[in-house]
Every structure is written in C-alpha cells, then in structure tokens.
C-alpha cells in the first residue's frame, strides 16, 4: 500500500503563486507515476499534471506554461509548482500516485487540500 498526504494549499490573490507538496509512503518501490488531479464545486475531477518516475510529466491545457509539476523520488516526495493562478483554479487538489504492487495495478489517493484563488 501506498499512503499519501499533501500540504501547501491556501487561499491566494488572482496572479499569485502556491506550491502543493505530496508526501508518499508505503510501497514507494512500486509507484510509477505521480500526479495531481482537481475537483471544483459541481465538476468532474480532472487531471492537472503527472509526471513518470523518468521525470516525463503531461498537463492539462489550461495550466500549460502556469503550472510545473516536479518529483524527488530520494524524498519521495511530488510537488505542484502553480504560478498565474486564476478564479477558474479554485479547486481541492488531490495527490495520486499508481504503479504495480504484487502483479496488481493500484491507485492510491490523498485527502486533498484545499486551493481557493480569489479575483
């Protein structure tokens, strides 16, 4: 099993900048990648960025070029660098993580944290 726990969310003025961080723990040996997802009030969840432990990351469009996310696989450790926040990012941010674990495919999830970009 793989547990997670994020921290770093806030409130934030429109144009400003936060960092999320995501702790895993557990079987880290067995993730193989790592990302984060959102969910606004009333939207689906979707996936902002995730990033293979080979550093090859993916974004959702509209974060390109605002967002960066990163990984420290000594630290086990995912981190989402926002920049340019928007009222539209207002979201709960929450860390995932999925791999192999005894011949399995898994996913584990965090508890969210909350992002609120006011205008």
């Known amino acids: 099993q793989v547990q997670l726990v994020e921290s770093g969310g806030g409130l934030v003025q429109a144009g400003g900048s936060l960092r999320l961080s995501c702790a895993a723990s557990g079987s880290i040996s067995s993730i193989s990648t790592m990302g984060w997802y959102r969910q606004a009030p009333g939207k689906q969840r979707e996936l902002v960025a995730d990033i293979t432990r080979s550093d090859s990351a993916n974004y959702v469009d509209s974060v390109k070029g605002r967002f960066t996310i990163s990984r420290d696989n000594a630290k086990n450790m995912v981190y989402l660098q926002m920049n340019s926040l928007k009222p539209e990012d207002t979201a709960v941010y929450s860390c995932?993580?999925?791999?192999?674990?005894?011949?399995?495919?898994?996913?584990?999830w965090g508890q969210g944290t909350q992002v609120t970009v006011a205008s």
């Open positions: 995932n993580a999925r791999g192999i674990l005894g011949g399995s495919l898994f996913g584990s």
